[in-house]
């Protein structure tokens, strides 16, 4: 079955139209599932909720824009079709509550199977930086699209623009494919936490904070991806994770908007020359307390990327950031990978009970102009550290520094120094 949302009262109009976008998403559901097609034109909405097998069809040309009132995201608290238990989270603090204001946004899908959100070339969904000042850091708003505890859930085609939080937040969903998308500005472009199976292809993130996050996961796929991050390209933790052919460039057009006056906050500014615009890492390792991880981190293999003028490489400082301290990784490898513009060493501070293994093969890692002095990478609670045909340029003495814990293989041999308590 097919729908289209102007059929059921929705118009081109600075005014809400949640109400007939819902109406129609209810009726395709109700009926069983189908299309529901928001035709081009600017649609302006708060909150609506996307149901089992529906696909949410944005062709060329729509714009569904979120409202600017915060208050206008909670209609799922009402929702007469699949009510939700709101008693049953009460005492969970926001990040853990899934129905919390942090969690609002502007598609939701809570306990859905085989939906989609599909867009045509010229299709975006524009979260107009809404400024919420009892929200996160007291400014920002609800996400663009959240997801949880959802199954086969396919996004294609649309591009995400001025995200007042993470443009898409997904938790405990399974079989996840997201292809062929552009996200603008805003904040996170992808974060995904206790997820599996997922697939993130020919993508573009240019974000004014992390570009794909989360922590969690089990067997992902990362591929063929542009970023420009202003924090991390990857904040990212799991098990069996592969990232290629991904090209990573700084420093990012948007910045983070923290930086920002409050004014400026307040007026959905996306960034000033005040906000940091570099990507400080390649790979951060992250695991907060936010979810039990289920299984051992580790098996993470990036390979055949390119990554320009970014700050870091890999950052892992366990038990020692606030952002790190559920379970270690235990193993990641760097192959066939170009850094440049590397102006900090790689930090890696393993587990003590579960020490990491590093490893970096046939790779050229450049230092940034004014900093040939650093080190290539400090370490402890390592298992093995392992460099084979690494080309390093612009290092005027490249060493390691460790604590003499693990194994250390270096091949062309490489100086390593005494760690420092």
């Not at 600017?42 to 915060?70: D, M, Q, W």
């Not at 591009?159 to 079989?175: D, E, K, L, M, Y």
């Not at 974060?191 to 904070?209: A, H, Q, Y």
């Not at 379970?327 to 170009?338: A, Q, V």
Request: charged content about 25%; aromatic content about 8%.
């Amino acid at each position: 079955m097919h729908y289209k949302i102007t059929d059921f009262g929705a118009v081109t109009s600075d005014t809400m139209q949640t109400e007939a976008i819902q109406k129609a998403i209810d009726t395709c559901f109700l009926q069983g599932g189908g299309t529901v097609e928001i035709p081009a034109g600017v649609f302006r909405t708060g909150s609506i909720r996307l149901r089992s097998h529906v696909t949410l069809l944005l062709k060329s040309g729509a714009i569904l824009e979120g409202s600017p009132n915060p208050e206008d995201y909670m209609a799922f608290h009402h929702d007469p079709i699949e009510p939700i238990d709101l008693s049953a989270t009460s005492h969970l603090n926001c990040y853990l509550n899934p129905y919390s204001r942090w969690h609002n946004s502007l598609i939701r899908a809570i306990n859905a199977e085989d939906i989609a959100i599909i867009g045509e070339d010229g299709a975006y969904i524009d979260g107009v930086n809404c400024y919420d000042p009892q929200g996160e850091e007291n400014y920002r708003g609800p996400h663009l699209i959240t997801i949880q505890n959802c199954a086969n859930v396919t996004l294609i085609g649309y591009t995400a623009r001025r995200s007042a939080n993470w443009a898409h937040a997904i938790f405990h969903t399974r079989n996840i494919v997201a292809r062929n998308l552009k996200v603008f500005g805003g904040h996170d472009g992808f974060d995904v936490r206790t997820c599996d199976d997922i697939t993130i292809e020919n993508c573009e993130f240019i974000t004014g904070d992390d570009a794909i996050a989360g922590f969690d996961n089990c067997g992902v796929s990362i591929r063929n991806c542009y970023i420009e991050s202003s924090r991390s390209a990857f904040r990212f933790g799991g098990t069996d994770v592969t990232i290629e052919q991904c090209l990573c460039k700084a420093p990012a057009r948007f910045g983070f908007r923290l930086q920002l006056t409050d004014d400026e906050k307040r007026r959905g500014i996306e960034a000033t020359s005040a906000c940091p615009h570099n990507t400080r890492d390649v790979f951060l390792y992250y695991c907060d307390f936010r979810a039990a991880i289920r299984k051992t981190p580790g098996n993470i293999l990036i390979r055949n990327c390119v990554f320009e003028q970014i700050d870091e490489l890999f950052h892992m400082n366990f038990n020692r950031e606030r952002w790190c301290e559920n379970r270690p990784l235990t193993s990641i490898k760097f192959e066939n990978c170009t850094i440049t513009g590397v102006c900090s060493p790689s930090l890696i501070v393993g587990g003590e009970d579960e020490p990491i293994t590093f490893e970096l093969e046939n790779m050229r890692i450049q230092a940034k102009p004014g900093h040939e002095d650093i080190p290539l990478l400090k370490a402890e609670h390592y298992k093995k550290i392992s460099l084979k045909n690494v080309a390093l340029e612009n290092f005027a003495h490249p060493t390691i520094l460790a604590k003499k814990e693990g194994e250390i293989c270096a091949d062309p041999p490489l100086e390593v120094l005494e760690l420092a308590p």
